[in-house]
């Protein structure tokens, strides 16, 4: 009961601070100052921790990678997507790709109402992708780059999963990852976005700051519950966040969620949490 709580509590983070950054005025500098204040965080802890043993190694140089392609697809499908649109695609895609990798990785094979949750995933993103008609042109990228972000996200987490078992311990897989993950944000925002930095409003600083603290929290969150439980059950329990994203989508970004939009994310919802009860 725990677990589950801790990452429900995470979707609520992560949908919060995702519309952090599609709301604010320069969503580039926005995810730097949220990942570099969860590095900065992370650096701190880092003299009380061990490193993780040589066989999480690996796992953790192809999560790092896997983590940077997800921030850069992230951003391309907010540049020209709406968040009610794109989040739910991206976060619907990642439980399917957790449940194949899961299983052919480390034997974790949903069962009967796990594959029927997975398909009513399937059956929510393709109602999400064409809620506004079939599309195409410059519709079809926002659909794209999320597509790709959720590769990415159920990907590394996979990856993310085995190399906390591996560790002595989670929180040191925890620690140096989001260590590492903030490091690129923070050189370049000395060394590339320094102007653009400067000229960031004083007030979104606050927001910023304070979405930085709550992407740590809920990484860390999902990467524990990883250590203990199954790894598609804790991501499609992760990715109710889609009805979370919605409502701030629809109440702070005035984001029109429509009929359509909303029994898709709705499904995606549903097979979501099939998938976890399974």
Not at 1 to 12: I, K, Q, R, S, Y
Not at 97 to 123: F, K, T, Y
Not at 249 to 264: D, F, I, M, Q
């Amino acid at each position: 009961l725990h677990l589950a709580l801790l990452v429900l509590a995470a979707a609520v983070i992560h949908a919060t601070w995702n519309a952090l950054i599609k709301a604010s005025g320069d969503h580039f500098v926005t995810l730097m100052i949220i990942i570099g204040t969860g590095g900065s965080l992370a650096a701190m802890a880092l003299p009380m921790l061990s490193f993780p043993p040589r066989a999480a190694w690996p796992y953790m140089v192809a999560a790092f990678f896997l983590h940077q392609g997800y921030y850069l697809f992230m951003l391309l499908s907010y540049r020209f997507g709406d968040l009610n649109q794109v989040y739910p695609v991206a976060r619907g895609i990642a439980p399917l790709v957790v449940a194949g990798l899961a299983a052919a990785m480390v034997g974790e094979v949903p069962n009967g109402a796990g594959m029927v949750g997975i398909v009513a995933v399937s059956v929510g993103i393709a109602g999400l992708a064409f809620s506004g008609g079939r599309p195409s042109g410059r519709a079809a990228a926002p659909l794209a780059m999320a597509a790709a972000t959720g590769i990415c996200l159920g990907t590394f987490t996979v990856v993310d999963g085995i190399g906390v078992r591996l560790s002595t311990t989670p929180w040191d897989f925890i620690a140096w990852l989001l260590f590492f993950n903030g490091l690129p944000m923070i050189m370049a925002a000395i060394f590339l976005r320094r102007d653009r930095l400067r000229a960031y409003p004083s007030g979104s600083w606050k927001k910023a700051f304070g979405g930085g603290v709550l992407s740590a929290l809920g990484f860390a969150i999902v990467l524990y519950a990883l250590s203990r439980g199954a790894m598609a059950h804790v991501t499609a329990l992760r990715e109710t966040s889609v009805l979370f994203a919605a409502l701030i989508g629809s109440l702070t970004l005035h984001e029109p969620l429509g009929v359509r939009r909303t029994v898709a994310a709705a499904v995606i919802a549903s097979g979501l949490i099939l998938l976890q009860l399974s």
